[in-house]
């Protein structure tokens, strides 16, 4: 079988994902979900004018039937007489999908929807912050708060593979690695209660639900690096992590860095010399469309080949979850078997690395069956 | 037509430029202009040796007669029998330059001379803070400074297509983002009055700018990345402008990040979650010479195709207003080219996309006829 | 003779080295030395499996007599039948090692050892810090030391073609950068002494022994950017550095900025805008392996070919010795052959600007004989 091949039937674990959108999109819905700004699509702009516009005329079209790189509004017409839901989640080749719940779950499929929908194994991944935030909004005392979190942690991760922390997007990464104390905490989460406790934003409440998530031995997921338009992306840089990671390396919890572009190198370091640190590119492989073997070359320089994972991010559109696989696999067997053309890699290695990354480094991390 | 054929015959905006040098440039004049070192070139150095000087030797010789890679002594010796202004303007293939006048107005042509010698039509962008510093020389009560500013910038855009800050410069971007207050800026004039009131380098005076040049409608361009040697690079990252691009987003403004490197990427990335934000590779493109193609790709991940312009920023040898067209072109046909080849994007598309890069986009952000 | 003959033929200077161990090196030693991490290798992990792994099976086993891509354990079975210190170091086609001496000495060859093994030159260049460390460790009265370190100095540097600084590792580079009053050296002495006067970290004495070695004469090395555990990657960013360039700039001292990455960039802008700063990407080309052509690549951007300077940084196994320089001669060979072949540069000027690199920078630099 050629590497090609090897790539293309591997399959994948995409250890990072949301659910599908249900039901119809008109051209502004879809266009508004593949770009990850929140503003409004000015009149002059459409967002397929894009790597990721362009990757989805070019590689989902045909799916639908059409000609490759066929127009926006006849993909979007033959989009509405299909169930593209099921084709495209089909057609990525994931055997197990980690879903992360806590964004905006009511608009797309939950996990055994998912499953459903794909014929492929679904796990939940658990947002800290929601998690905090339903507390929260359940529990009248403050004093109460700790031990609930953590009585409402056990129950949500009782079925979880993982936890995840969006603290880049609620304050950057340029916190107090330290824990906190109690006594901070309940200061912190009076001074919440006291504004109405709803969207966690305090540095101290989010740095001590990043030292409860490093407490629970599930592996910890941090949004790293380009995001929406609510991010401050300097703050996002993994190297900011740096003192945080080292003093929860003794705690055993495993920590994985999602997306980091344009920090990836960065990632990649961290990667090298923390055992701890593992990384993805997530969904900047499909941001990037045709540049998505560029990137993930760049992927490829520092970090030891136990350390990478793959993931789509994909959220809505479930051109999303098939194009984050479609464009891995695109840009792994042209950088990979580039290495092996240019006499610097073995096919073999090359096909080991590739099931490393595309499955088996997710499957020991995560534990999955 | 070929796509590289279409790309050769497009006329370009160079929508960030400066004048042309008049009269003669000996050898030591002529390495000064060719890199963004101020310092004297060392004996042991020339700045031939750098990936400009081998791109003026292989693409500008030939314009003057000589083979590919002439040596600089005898590209020099051809260059001043001969009228290079003229010869290298013409060869560019620019319909419109966008000229910042605020930079050694003296030393070069100004923008009637240039569109005159090069048969392109030339439009002013004004910097702000040169029209402080004039504001300043004729005003001698800092109380009538805020009213005289705004009538001379009234004055002097009233032909003009754009605003220019080079704050990048004069403090970096690590400012206050927020809008000065009359009362601040009175303050901020008198200490600067008291000083002598020469050189803008106070950061509440450059905010101050920045908010107003905000507020005039006109596309503000800002200096971002790569430059010379007065230059805090660390402080001339985009992302350190995030704030202020979101406090100024409601206003309209249109704001163009020029050069970027090596923040190419995360210019991409504002461009892509702000809808008012542009970006071009600007002077980065010629000074890389060999490797255009690869930097310009690099900034074709994450920005929409209607966020990219071209220019050039050009200053001084002719050379330099002929590169920067030329080694766009050759750069925007390998990489769109490639993409084309490797079967992601169709033969339209990049047609599109180069066209909306090199003319389209800049025509519709200045409003040019 | 073609651009790639004249590349493997060219004779390089290693401008920055370490020794090369001696003994036999079991599995979990050598694993232990091809990762920049200080942390025990997990078990789950092998560091063969990383770019440097796959780069030593697949360059390294054949001069052992084994078919490239040999397994790991073979490769150290063929090792350990051999003499793979003269084999690797006489394979690797350097004429001259300057040889920095500051880092685990005993565990290496010195300089005249690897002189003898290797057949080429063998230069020393001496560490600041470990000589503050050495007077500290001999001088019982603070007041002595400034006095004695410069005799120290002046001893170590007689013979010596440069000096090191490790700031980076020890702090970061944003520090102040002005140079420490005598009063303030003193006191930060007493403060170091007072605890013990082992490791210096102290922010006042590693700008002290900066703007030491600034005064010196000789070329200061800095280690900048990838390096171990124990560095925070992101002060070790060289435009932090950026303002005491600035500062001595005036003494006249030539600083070689050490691996960069991932701030190479960065370091090639520094080496354009300075007259007084050239940089190498030493250890990064053989970590990145098979992408040692790409990252390269980026260090010739806005670097002027005179500044560009080659480094192993090896240490230890002397596969690095070798990898350092066979890397890069593979990566100049591929990234200049490029140009020439896309027609950007001439034949001729590849094989100059190669051998700027690989050797005339840095005999004009150190002056070497």
Not at 103 to 115: I, K, N, R, S
Not at 118 to 142: D, I, K, Q
Not at 207 to 214: D, E, H, K, Q, V
Request: glycine share 8%; charged share 20%.
């Amino acid at each position: 079988m050629s590497f090609a091949d090897h790539v293309a039937e591997l399959s994948l674990v995409d250890h990072h994902v949301h659910g599908a959108v249900k039901g119809e999109l008109d051209r502004t819905a879809f266009e508004q979900l593949i770009t990850e700004s929140d503003r409004p699509v000015p009149p002059w702009l459409s967002t397929f004018d894009s790597q990721l516009g362009l990757a989805i005329r070019r590689y989902c079209a045909p799916l639908l039937g059409l000609e490759p790189h066929a127009s926006p509004d006849d993909y979007l017409a033959a989009r509405a007489q299909q169930d593209p839901n099921t084709l495209l989640l089909n057609a990525a080749g994931v055997s197990d999908y980690l879903v992360d719940t806590g964004y905006q779950a009511d608009a797309v499929t939950g996990v055994d929807e998912l499953a459903a929908l794909s014929g492929a194994r679904a796990h939940e991944v658990v947002r800290l912050e929601s998690e905090l935030e339903y507390v929260a909004a359940h529990e009248s005392t403050v004093s109460a708060v700790p031990d609930a979190l953590l009585r409402r942690l056990e129950e949500r991760t009782a079925g979880a593979v993982g936890l995840k922390s969006i603290v880049a997007y609620r304050h950057g990464f340029d916190f107090d690695p330290t824990e906190p104390s109690a006594k901070e905490v309940l200061a912190a989460l009076d001074r919440w209660y006291s504004a109405g406790a709803d969207r966690v934003t305090d540095p101290v409440l989010l740095r001590w639900l990043l030292w409860i998530g490093a407490r629970r031995g599930l592996p910890l997921q941090l949004h790293v690096g380009f995001g929406d338009t609510d991010l401050n992306l300097r703050t996002a840089d993994p190297l900011l992590l740096t003192e945080w990671l080292r003093q929860v390396e003794p705690l055993g919890t495993q920590v994985a860095l999602l997306h980091c572009y344009p920090f990836h190198r960065e990632a990649g370091y961290l990667a090298h010399v923390f055992p701890h640190v593992y990384f993805d590119l997530g969904l900047t492989t499909m941001y990037v469309g045709a540049r998505a073997a560029a990137v993930i070359a760049e992927g490829l320089e520092l970090a030891p080949f136990g350390k990478l994972l793959y993931s789509s991010d994909a959220f809505g559109p479930a051109e999303l979850h098939y194009l984050g696989a479609a464009l891995w696999r695109r840009a792994v067997t042209s950088v990979l078997g580039g290495f092996v053309e240019q006499d610097d890699w073995s096919a073999e290695d090359a096909v080991r690395v590739a099931t490393l990354w595309g499955r088996d480094n997710a499957r020991r991390l995560y534990r999955l069956p």
